[in-house]
């Protein structure tokens, strides 16, 4: 205790004197540091896990430093896994964090996906194979700015849903869930000679703390199945004496040193190792705001400062990737703020997977030239800027509804969680269209049941936006027309990644849209998901030419040819306002003339040798041309 106590004061005392430039940065740190970091990780005694000795951890009997990274594999096109693995090991890592995403794992209820994209112990596989540890976050909610922070949609039929608590409704899933996902996952473990050193429970409970038993039921939940490796939490500095669970190991989530954390974390957890579970430098980029940008001198004193005190730590994030397709979710910062498709956040690799200087400058850090790997080399990976095109073809929204699943009729709005759709799932992301006659115009008022942005269409015609800031539209009176269309196309922009609001994140129309003070009915209902199946074989082949048409919502056709050796590029929308793009069926995810991203990431591999089908789902208006660049540009 009196040496914790130390600790804490050296810790407020460093942070106010040790913000100087790092240059050779490995002289001065401790040598067991440095014996720690770069000691190869095979170990002699596989049943001893990760424990807590003292003030240190050890692996197989041995003192170890967790230096770790965050990789997303389901943002991170497959092909590219090992190259971003082999690079965090390169950089001096021993070990790989990752977050497990319920909501893509069990898109419909009882459907489970781990292929392809999704193949987690294909992932854990590589790990192992490039010699890195792992540590594994299985949720069952992860946060990580997903939508829903990771939840199924699904959850939230059930009208009275409490996310993460043990409301009856929340824990039948999550055992389905486990007893489907932990058999996956056991034999990964460190005992069974796997590469799993620690599992993590939830995410930052102490911050959300709706239920006190619900961390008692989620960690037996875990031993019950068989999980034997260390369990762990992580909180932020405020949740921290919330959130911490007995003989669970607590770890940190912050962007700075500050003692009174330290002082909280000794209180309930006494002497031992500290590991700063999610070191970040940045966060996230929402539509409409500026770029965050990061300041590699204050990093590196933190970093350099956590190493001097043999603190564990893990880079969130180590490489980025993408919000592919609709993954993204929402934060709120006084206002809703839906997140950008780049999930670069400033990581050490670039969002396609490059070293940025703050990669070479930590990689100089923690290796001495003489241990870098052989295989590793500075140079990003190739990449093409194709030659303009021109969207030549196109189909209005209006025009597909008929090749669409017959509509829900409804007297009122369903919400997308509602819909009968998915085999009872309902609808998780994309689009919704609301279709109902009127008889005359008036004032049209959202009462706030627009989430998140909805059209609105008269016979057809553009009428304007209802949002949280737009709640009232006038619609004109047509004299020569007894009935009128009206139709609100909704966009689900995500779904807040964090906060008890979670529990409230229905999308489309979640309530009453009145007209004139009377409620709105007889809807017709069409869930718009544009599934990559939907685009791939259910798009109805009705192109026209578009010529000069321009005009959303419709979906816009573009070929592109490509060498014997397609490469990574980056599409620039410039000229177009807001939509979705897909190419050869896959969804690279949302493009918005709001900024700050500018460009979308098109992953080599995705592309094939010839012609490759690219289709824009555009909301308002385009230009139909198409640019490709060689360098993303993702705001300022
Ligand atoms: C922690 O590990 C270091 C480096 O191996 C060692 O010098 C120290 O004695 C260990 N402390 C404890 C309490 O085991
Ligand atoms: C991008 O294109 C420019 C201009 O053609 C070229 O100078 C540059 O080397 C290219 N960069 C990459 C990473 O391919």
């Not at 440095?34 to 990780?41: D, E, G, I, M, T």
């Not at 031993?223 to 940190?252: C, E, N, W, Y």
């Not at 060498?563 to 929308?573: A, I």
């Not at 098109?602 to 360098?631: C, D, H, M, Q, R």
Request: charged share 20%; hydrophobic share 40%.
């Amino acid at each position: 205790m009196q040496a914790f106590l130390f600790l804490v004061r050296l810790v407020g005392l460093l942070s106010l004197t040790s913000r100087f430039l790092v240059t050779s940065v490995l002289q001065g740190l401790p040598e067991s540091v440095v014996q720690a970091l770069l000691r190869p990780s095979s170990v002699s005694e596989r049943l001893v896990g990760l424990q807590v000795r003292g003030s240190n951890f050890t692996l197989g009997n041995t003192p170890f430093l967790i230096l770790s990274g965050t990789i997303h594999y389901f943002r991170v096109p497959r092909d590219y896994w090992k190259d971003s693995l082999l690079k965090l090991k390169a950089c001096g890592f021993n070990t790989v964090t990752t977050h497990v995403p319920w909501n893509l794992h069990e898109p419909r209820r009882g459907h489970f996906h781990y292929r392809g994209n999704l193949d987690l112990l294909a992932f854990m596989s590589l790990a192992a194979e490039v010699d890195l540890w792992v540590i594994l976050c299985v949720g069952p909610y992860v946060g990580s700015d997903l939508d829903l922070g990771g939840l199924p949609s699904w959850l939230l039929k059930d009208s009275h849903m409490k996310l993460r608590t043990t409301h009856k409704g929340f824990t039948a899933a999550v055992n389905r869930y486990f007893d489907d996902l932990i058999p996956r996952i056991r034999g990964f473990q460190f005992q069974e000679e796997g590469p799993i050193i620690a599992v993590q429970m939830e995410n930052e409970y102490g911050s959300y703390n709706l239920d006190k038993r619900y961390m008692l039921y989620i960690k037996n939940a875990l031993l019950s199945r068989g999980i034997k490796t260390m369990l762990m939490t992580a909180d932020t500095g405020q949740g921290l004496l919330k959130g911490h669970t007995p003989t669970v190991f607590a770890t940190l989530h912050m962007k700075s040193i500050r003692q009174e954390t330290y002082e909280q974390l000794s209180s309930v957890q006494g002497p031992g190792p500290v590991m700063m579970m999610v070191y970040t430098a940045r966060s996230l980029d929402g539509w409409g705001s500026s770029r965050n940008t990061l300041d590699l001198h204050m990093l590196m004193a933190s970093v350099r400062e956590m190493l001097q005190l043999r603190f564990s730590l893990n880079f969130y994030m180590f490489h980025g990737g993408t919000n592919f397709g609709f993954m993204g979710g929402a934060a709120f910062r006084g206002h809703r703020l839906p997140m950008v498709t780049s999930y670069d956040y400033g990581a050490l690799l670039t969002e396609d997977g490059d070293c940025t200087p703050e990669y070479l400058a930590f990689q100089e850090f923690f290796r001495p030239a003489a241990e870098i790997p052989s295989f590793w080399h500075r140079d990003g990976r190739p990449k093409d800027t194709y030659a303009p095109l021109a969207a030549g073809h196109f189909i209005s929204l209006w025009d597909t509804l008929i090749h669409q699943d017959e509509p829900v009729r409804s007297t009122g709005p369903l919400s997308m969680e509602q819909l009968s759709v998915n085999e009872g799932s309902g609808q998780s992301a994309g689009y919704i269209l609301y279709e109902t006659v009127i008889t005359r115009g008036g004032v049209l008022n959202s009462d706030g049941h627009v989430k998140d942005r909805g059209q609105v269409f008269l016979d057809d015609k553009y009428i304007g936006v209802l949002d949280d800031a737009h709640q009232k539209l006038t619609l004109p009176n047509d004299r020569h027309k007894e009935f009128l269309a009206l139709r609100i196309l909704v966009e689900n922009q995500g779904r807040l990644a964090s906060g008890t609001s979670m529990n409230q994140e229905r999308k489309g129309l979640t309530g009453n849209i009145y007209l004139n003070g009377s409620p709105l009915r007889k809807f017709k209902i069409y869930s718009l998901e544009m599934q990559n199946k939907f685009i791939q074989r259910k798009l109805p082949n009705i192109w026209k030419p578009s010529f000069l048409h321009t005009e959303g919502p419709a979906f816009f056709l573009a070929l592109l040819r490509v060498g014997s050796q397609p490469k990574d590029t980056f599409m620039s929308l410039q000229g177009w306002t807001k939509g979705v793009v897909f190419i050869n069926g896959q969804n690279l995810g949302r493009y918005w003339n709001l900024g700050p991203q500018e460009t979308l990431y098109v992953p080599g591999p995705w592309l094939k040798p010839g012609l490759n089908e690219i289709v824009v789902f555009e909301e308002f208006k385009s230009t139909l041309l198409i640019y490709f660049t060689n360098a993303s540009q993702l705001g300022y």
